[in-house]
């Protein structure tokens, strides 16, 4: 199964898929621990006090995205 990753509304990106096959790390390269995860939500809002991980946070601060993808032209 492929890693995918989906940019929620207003939300986290939600990583899912084969998690086993993803290294996420710090600046330095230390791994979070991940494993026997089915999916994982990454922070977008900046607010989460568990960063790289979203929390919640984003639903206090009102967290607006602009989520829809957008064709390129030409
Ligand atoms: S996206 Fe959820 S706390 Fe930032």
Redesign the pocket.
């Known amino acids: 199964m492929p890693i995918n990753v989906t940019a929620k509304k207003n939300?986290?990106y939600i990583v899912s898929g084969d998690l086993s096959q993803l290294a996420l790390t710090d600046p330095e390269g230390n791994k979070y621990d991940i494993a026997g995860k089915q999916a994982i939500?990454?922070?977008?809002?900046?607010?989460?006090v568990n960063k790289p991980f979203?929390?919640?946070?984003?639903?206090k601060?009102g967290?607006q995205a602009a989520e829809a993808a957008v064709k390129q032209q030409g």
Do not use: E, N
Not at 41 to 48: E, K, Q
């Open positions: 939300g986290p939500a990454l922070c977008r809002c900046g607010g989460s979203c929390d919640g946070t984003h639903s601060l967290f």
